[in-house]
C-alpha cells in the first residue's frame, strides 16, 4: 500500500548548515498491517511520518501510495499527535468533526458516524463534554475518533500515548488493538516504548541515530488478538531483547528506547 524508496531528508538552517536527518529509507507497508517504527531520540521517526502524510517534502528519492507518488498532504490519512490537540472552545462531537468541516463535507452524512466512533472508544454520553471536561486518556481517545472520522485509508500516530502514566497509556494501547482489529486500517506508529512496539505490531522497523537508517524490520509473530498476558511470554521478552540490541550505538555504548 505504502513504497518508500530510498527516501532521505536534509534540512538546512538559516545559516546555510545541513542536517541529514533520514538516509535512504527502504521500506514497504501492506495494506491493513500494524508497523511501529522506533529508535533513538531525535532520529527522524517523526519525520519520516511527516514525509509519508505529505507534509513534509523528501529530498530525494520517493514515496508511493498505491503506485502515486506523495506530492503533497493526503486527505486519505488520519493523524493522531501525542497530545490530543483538542479544540478548547468545540465540544467533544465538535472536534471530531473538524476534519469533515476542513473537507468541506455534509455534517449530516457524518453526524451518525460520529455518535458510533465516541460510544465505540466509550465516550458516548460525552458528546457536548468540552475537553477540560475529559482526563488525558479521554482527550486521546477523542482525536483517534477525529482521526477516524472521514474513513482515512492510513492511520498514523506519532508517540500518542507519550504523555501518558503508565495504566493509562496500556489501557490506550489496548484500546487502539481493539479499534484497528474492528476497522483494520492500515498503521504507522511511532513510539519510544520498544514494549509497546512489540505488543502491537506486526512489524517493528528499527531505526539507527542520526542521519537515520533502517537497521533491521523484526516480524512480531505472536498470535492477534493480542492481550496484555503475552508480554510476560519469553518470545516476547525475545523480541524486545533484538530490538534493543538493534538500536543504534553511539561511543560503543546502546543507545535504547525509553521503556
Aim: hydrophobic share 40%.
Amino acid at each position: 500500500m505504502i513504497r518508500i524508496e530510498n527516501a532521505s531528508k536534509i534540512y538546512e538552517s538559516r545559516d546555510g548548515d545541513k542536517v541529514h536527518a533520514l538516509t535512504d529509507i527502504n521500506l514497504d507497508i501492506g495494506e491493513n498491517e500494524f508497523v511501529s517504527v522506533v529508535g533513538p531520540s531525535g532520529c527522524g521517526k517523526s519525520t519520516l511520518l511527516k514525509m509519508i502524510v505529505g507534509l513534509l517534502p523528501i529530498t530525494s528519492g520517493r514515496i508511493l501510495f498505491h503506485g502515486e507518488p506523495v506530492r503533497g498532504p493526503r486527505t486519505d490519512v488520519g493523524m493522531v499527535f501525542q497530545e490530543p490537540i483538542l479544540l478548547p472552545w468545540r465540544t467533544v462531537k465538535q472536534n471530531v468533526m473538524f476534519p469533515v468541516e476542513i473537507l468541506r463535507r455534509s455534517d449530516r452524512d457524518y453526524s451518525a458516524e460520529a455518535d458510533r466512533l465516541l460510544k465505540t472508544v466509550g465516550l458516548g454520553g460525552f458528546e457536548r463534554r468540552m475537553p477540560y471536561e475529559l482526563s488525558g486518556g479521554m482527550q486521546q481517545r477523542a482525536a483517534i475518533c477525529r482521526a477516524l472520522i472521514h474513513d482515512p485509508a492510513v492511520l498514523v500516530m506519532d508517540e500518542p500515548f507519550g504523555a501518558l502514566d503508565a495504566m493509562t497509556r496500556e489501557d490506550m494501547g489496548a484500546e487502539l488493538l481493539r479499534i484497528w482489529q474492528q476497522y483494520r486500517k492500515t498503521v504507522v506508529f511511532v513510539t519510544h516504548s520498544i514494549r509497546e512496539a512489540v505488543w502491537l505490531s506486526d512489524r517493528v522497523v528499527v531505526m539507527t541515530a542520526r542521519p537515520a537508517k533502517i537497521a533491521d524490520v523484526v516480524t512480531i509473530e505472536l498470535p492477534r488478538p493480542r492481550t496484555t498476558k503475552m508480554q510476560f511470554l519469553p518470545a516476547f521478552g525475545s523480541y524486545v531483547e533484538k530490538i534493543s540490541a538493534t538500536i543504534a550505538r553511539r561511543d560503543g555504548e546502546v543507545v535504547l528506547c525509553q521503556d
